[in-house]
């Protein structure tokens, strides 16, 4: 099926503990993006990616890390998972030819750090 | 900086009666407009767009969004809300290099009979 794909749906961390969640898109799409959601905050961009090799930090990038080896993925990683890390977390993607950027965004990936 | 604003984080209707969702922008040039709704437990949906052309937008689900230059807007309406209309909204803008989208703090809204 064609989108983006989000791995793990669900997780539970412990403070200072450290993961990674997945994102894949099969759209061949350039641009990817890292949101958080908090309650009552809207979507927060954390990183983004212009394409394989290229990522750029957005609002709030401190505590995560990010890597684009491939067009497909767009992994992120949380290396000293704090509580303030507790949030629900989407990756984006959008062809680089289309003007009017219509995201298509996976599922989610709903993160707990106690 | 650009910014949007949702006005009403919650917003409650009864079933049958008109949707208004509020949306305002800060820019100095024409932004591209968009409106998203989030399900429970579920990623986010493009309603519509406003990119260029004629400023009232159709979108998904009955719903449409008139984007207002000189009052800097682009409020959501829909004349009949239905309960499955419950959700959260967003409506970002695009600006910035990388075609970036900034998000308000959205608006739930709730549906009763």
């Known amino acids: 099926n064609a989108g983006v794909t989000q791995t793990p749906k669900f997780r539970i961390l412990k403070i200072g503990q450290s993961m990674t969640l997945q994102c894949t898109q099969d759209m061949n799409h350039n641009y990817m993006y890292w949101y958080r959601q908090d309650p009552g905050m809207g979507l927060k961009l954390i990183y983004y990616s212009v394409g394989a090799g290229i990522t750029d930090k957005g609002e709030v990038p401190n505590g995560y890390n990010v890597s684009r080896s491939t067009t497909e993925d767009f992994p992120l990683r949380l290396e000293l998972a704090a509580p303030s890390q507790t949030s629900v977390y989407f990756c984006a993607s959008i062809p680089v030819e289309d003007g009017a950027n219509v995201l298509t965004f996976g599922a989610g990936s709903r993160l707990t750090v106690l | 900086a650009q910014s949007v604003t949702q006005l009403g984080s919650h917003v409650s209707v009864s079933e049958g009666a008109l949707v208004l969702l509020r949306c305002n922008y800060s820019s100095s040039v024409p932004p591209y407009l968009f409106w998203y709704v989030q399900y429970p437990n579920q990623g986010l949906q493009l309603l519509l767009k406003?990119?260029?052309?004629?400023?009232l937008v159709k979108g998904i689900n009955g719903f449409e969004a008139e984007f207002k230059k000189s009052e800097t807007s682009f409020h959501l309406t829909k004349p009949s809300a239905h309960m499955s209309d419950a959700a959260e909204y967003f409506c970002?803008?695009?600006?910035?290099?990388?075609?970036?989208?900034?998000f308000g703090t959205g608006t739930r809204l709730q549906v009763t009979l």
């Open positions: 406003y990119t260029t052309g004629a400023t």
């Open positions: 970002p803008r695009r600006g910035g290099t990388a075609s970036k989208l900034t």
